[in-house]
């Protein structure tokens, strides 16, 4: 088999995984490989427990068992029909070969230069690692899964194989076999990782010809090169000081039940904190039985009536976080519901995860109680950076997901950092883009005095501050709200104002800095005539509702357009900056974590300086922008002390 597949350029290849933790690929067990190339596909079992199924025995009903006492003839309806209780019994398995013996043979596959083709490819890379004393199978790679995102940012909510499959190829996959091989027949599950491997491999051919269609395939390059970072970052893992997590598990039940006090005392009765419809009523029902609220944001049901002119009850109107900030500072029931949805879901996102157990769930008012495994293996974490996650190109992360951690300025953001740390003898090497989207706005627009506040090293907050006739906290939400598109209403909220003073700023924003807005102009006329947005790197987003007639879809696809242009070409550049200290960190220092447009690192204490150094020359050097990159590196010993 090896032997025919080095005669080709590219094969692809799955992994089907067992064990308790078959989902972490640190950990787990690969029970089927399959593989797939020109002309051909092969699986191989390596120790798959049943051979193929003999008999299903079914219990008894209560009737059935009655029956059976009295020694009646039993019939079909006797029997459970519940699949659950349903025992399987299968002939013996083949004979199957060891997997030491089956990654030796396969070594010179693995470690070849042909292409390497994936669906998911980081997963599979990485649960095959372990069989190879901890080396990942060499590149070149092509993931079908963040292809099918690149070719068109359309499909980001539908990038898992079986969709891909259904989109590309009209090929429906069987269910229900890849979650749990072991429990299945021998032939059944060889028949399913066969087709997984020859449906990967004919997907690829048709995803990188639609890159090539669309001409992004510089920007494919660049992810499976950040790929290979991303793999190497997982198997390193972020330490977790267990201590601490512990602690801060006792502060915010703490923390929480206190939250959970106010609340009831604030309003005078208790109730559901986790039912919508319940907050519903009391916020926003005319006092006296309610606290008047003018609710603005409608729910999904909301929308639909209001579309179709129905009557709006306060149920259609939503009690999300978004539509109660507003409110924070007014009221103070709102205030207090706030604060115990922040702390609940630090307790859920970061903590339970961490340490394992417990997690109430809550959907539509109804709560039930999920166990959680902990994310912890040996004292680390091993996170998920997912490369399809956002438009824009940056990633979104899971387990846990670390892009939504608080303000490192905040207490609970700092708390959470903390918990990231680095062991006796080595250090975190903490950098982070010194003010990056405001340096592409600048650079792409050409603005003079942007420019030469970055050329002079200045502070560009305090400068357009100055410019406006604001303090410098107003001028940094000034700049952020022309890069991520914020309206008047949020400006408002950040820094104070009335919305009609905030729409004053924008205006005179616009006037002071003819550049920007100029820019800003050509971006979304570009963006109008040909459908999509690129990045400075050619990264593409399809924004058809830019010439939607509807006027509030069309003001947002404008916002999107101008957003991604400068958020996305800011996420292009820290890619490249994640490819190059990579390259350039030395060895026994390693990538942990990357959040926005921060890189954390982890060096031995003898190395510290030459990865510090390393890391500035990879995020300082990309020539991209023809104003200097600046990053701002600290050596800590926890993250949160690097801000």
């Known amino acids: 088999m090896v032997a025919y597949y080095l005669k080709q350029d590219a094969f692809a290849f799955d992994c089907e995984t067992v064990g308790p933790r078959r989902g972490v690929s640190v950990v787990n067990e690969i029970m089927w490989l399959s593989f797939a190339t020109y002309g051909r596909g092969d699986v191989i079992p390596l120790g798959h427990p049943n051979g193929e199924l003999a008999e299903v025995i079914k219990p008894l009903t209560g009737q059935g068992a009655k029956k059976a006492e009295k020694g009646l003839k039993l019939n079909d309806v006797d029997y459970s029909k519940n699949k659950k209780l349903h025992t399987h019994v299968f002939t013996e398995p083949p004979k199957q070969l060891h997997p030491a013996e089956v990654f030796s043979a396969l070594r010179p596959l693995f470690f070849s230069d042909m292409l390497k083709v994936g669906h998911n490819l980081v997963f599979d890379l990485c649960s095959i690692t372990k069989y190879f004393d901890g080396q990942v199978p ?118 929480i039940e206190k939250a959970r006090e106010d609340i009831y005392r604030t309003a005078g009765v208790v109730f559901n904190i986790n039912s919508n419809r319940e907050k519903q009523y009391l916020l926003y029902s005319p006092q006296p039985s309610g606290r008047g609220l003018k609710p603005k944001i ?66 539509g008012g109804k709560s039930k109680v999920e166990y959680r495994d902990s994310l912890l293996v040996n004292g680390k974490v091993h996170g998920d950076f997912i490369q399809h996650g956002a438009e824009t190109g940056r990633f979104s992360s899971r387990n846990p997901n670390l892009q939504n951690v608080p303000n490192p300025a905040t207490a609970h953001g700092k708390a959470i950092r903390n918990l990231f740390y680095a062991p006796e003898g080595y250090k975190l090497v903490v950098a982070d883009y010194s003010q990056i989207e405001p340096r592409v706005i600048a650079s792409m627009s050409n603005d ?31 700049v952020l709200s022309m890069a991520y598109g914020v309206g008047p209403d949020k400006i408002a909220r950040s820094i104070g104002c009335s919305i009609t003073e905030a729409r004053g700023l924008l205006s005179n924003f616009g006037e002071k800095f003819q550049n920007v807005s100029a820019y800003r102009a050509k971006v979304i006329g570009v963006t109008r005539k040909a459908g999509f947005v690129s990045t400075v790197l050619g990264r593409k987003r399809y924004l058809p509702e830019i010439n939607s007639r509807n006027i509030g879809e069309r ?8 957003n991604t242009r400068i958020q996305g070409s800011a996420a292009d550049i820290m890619k490249l900056a994640m490819i190059r200290a990579h390259d350039l960190i030395p060895e026994g220092a390693s990538l942990l974590l990357t959040v926005h447009d921060e890189l954390v690192t982890i060096a031995p204490d003898n190395l510290v300086e030459e990865t510090r150094e390393a890391i500035r020359e990879a995020m300082e050097g990309i020539n991209l922008l023809d104003i200097p990159l600046i990053a701002d590196i600290a050596v800590v010993q926890r993250w949160g002390e690097a801000k």
């Open 298 to 363: 409608y729910t999904g049901k909301g929308i639909k009536k209001e579309a179709e002119g129905k009557e709006l009850t306060v149920e259609d109107y939503s009690v999300s976080a978004e539509a109660l900030e507003p409110y924070r500072d007014k009221d103070p029931l709102v205030k207090a519901m706030l604060e115990y949805a922040d702390l609940n879901k630090l307790l859920t996102t970061y903590v339970i995860p961490y340490l394992g157990g417990e997690v109430v769930r809550t959907t």
């Open 138 to 255: 060499s590149a070149p790679y092509f993931d079908t899964m963040v292809g099918s995102f690149i070719y068109d940012n359309r499909n980001k909510n539908r990038c898992g194989l079986d969709d891909c499959l259904k989109r590309e190829l009209g090929y429906e996959m069987e269910k229900g076999v890849g979650a749990e091989v072991e429990v299945h027949p021998f032939s059944v599950v060889a028949k399913y990782a066969y087709l997984d491997a020859k449906y990967t491999f004919m997907l690829w051919k048709v995803v990188k010809e639609k890159i090539a269609k669309a001409g992004v395939e510089n920007i494919m390059a660049l992810e499976m090169d950040v790929l290979r970072v991303l793999c190497d970052m997982k198997l390193a893992g972020a330490p977790i000081d267990q201590e601490a997590l512990a602690s801060l598990h006792v502060q915010l039940e703490a923390d």
């Open 555 to 562: 003001a947002g696809a404008e916002r999107q357009a101008f």
């Open 448 to 478: 003079p005095i942007m420019k030469k506040n970055y050329l002079d090293g200045g502070d560009i907050y305090t400068t357009v501050g100055d410019v406006m006739g604001v303090n410098r906290a107003a001028g940094k939400v000034l």
